[in-house]
């Protein structure tokens, strides 16, 4: 592993970097990737950030996006930047499997990888690490990275606050989460005295849904919310047709989950959505219950103890059978008051 003193004497000279994060990036990851990109090309470096697929509408606000390749839409273009690079960062994911059709050229560049991340059990692609898996949020990581690793809180321009402030805001449900400690309330001071506009930044993300995505809500809260009271569990079983019916994009679903788990005395919420390519689960979770090792033991997958994901190849009615018959294992945690 590299030193941040080696780091920063390789980051003294203009470089040729590829920043990118994971497949489907929310709020963190594309608010770390921007800010991360803005602070490298402001130092003389050569810097481009790919992102392996679309993102949210409701995050194209934001600084500086336009410049984002979508890795899925540009291809080639991606893969001579990546070729071409001095180093990657690799933000707010720890495989490389997260990064979907990036994995192959990522795994085989022989750039310099530095990773922040805080997500459990990093993979080990990486050359120089910024971790903390307790961390609220890898934008929070970010900004730490700058003020206090690379002693350059000078640097961050408004424009940078607002893309980390996203990050930490979305990461920790508007700094509800457990993980909003102390010192990330301090950050998020700092970045407001830096320039982010706290109250426009919740107005532009929380507040631009479509109709579509309202009706769909409603669909999904009325016909589509099962609740099992003997295991303190609710979830959303969405099919492929729901999707189609309403014609849901990238980040329409963002959050939905979290309303199974507002029911008073839920401890579990899944939203397992059916993809066509593939069962994509999102369980959430209070207290100390793992939502992570659910994912991790059964769905191909892991996160966070009280946010996780996975994914099935089966059936959306046979995942759905299996994800209840999880349960039973974990009956003592889910009725323990």
Not at 210 to 230: I, Y
Request: aromatic share 10%; hydrophobic share 40%; with cysteine.
């Amino acid at each position: 592993m590299l030193t941040i003193t080696t780091l920063k004497q390789i980051l003294a000279e203009p470089k040729s970097i590829v920043i990118t994060t994971h497949y489907k990036p929310d709020g963190d990851a594309l608010g770390s990737s921007l800010a991360m990109l803005l602070w490298l090309k402001a130092h003389g470096h050569q810097a481009r950030l790919i992102v392996p697929s679309d993102y949210p509408s409701f995050l194209a606000w934001m600084p500086h996006q336009e410049e984002a390749i979508i890795y899925t839409e540009n291809k080639a273009l991606a893969d001579k930047l990546i070729a071409a690079s001095d180093l990657i960062f690799c933000l707010d994911f720890n495989g490389l499997a997260r990064t979907h059709d990036m994995q192959p050229i990522l795994s085989t560049s022989q750039a310099t990888k530095v990773m922040i991340d805080h997500h459990l059990d990093p993979e080990g692609f990486d050359q120089f690490r910024h971790w903390n898996p307790e961390s609220a949020a890898t934008a929070y990581l970010v900004y730490d990275f700058i003020v206090n690793l690379l002693d350059d809180r000078s640097s961050i321009t408004p424009e940078i606050a607002t893309c980390l402030y996203t990050g930490i805001m979305t990461d920790t449900g508007s700094f509800r989460f457990q993980s909003t400690t102390v010192e990330v309330h301090l950050a998020i001071a700092d970045l407001i005295s830096l320039g982010a506009k706290n109250a426009e930044i919740h107005e532009r993300v929380y507040n631009s849904s479509s109709e579509n995505r309202l009706k769909f809500l409603g669909f999904c809260l009325l016909n589509r919310l099962v609740v099992l009271h003997e295991y303190n569990t609710a979830y959303f079983a969405i099919t492929k047709e729901d999707l189609t019916r309403f014609n849901i994009v990238t980040g329409d679903t963002e959050g939905l989950v979290n309303y199974a788990l507002s029911i008073s005395g839920i401890k579990l919420a899944a939203l397992i959505i059916d993809r066509t390519y593939q069962i994509k689960l999102s369980l959430r979770s209070v207290g100390t219950f793992p939502a992570n090792e659910i994912c991790a033991k059964y769905f191909n997958g892991g996160g966070h103890r009280n946010a996780a994901g996975g994914h099935d190849d089966h059936p959306l009615e046979r995942v759905v059978e299996k994800f209840k018959a999880v349960l039973p294992a974990y009956k003592e945690q889910l009725m323990d008051n």
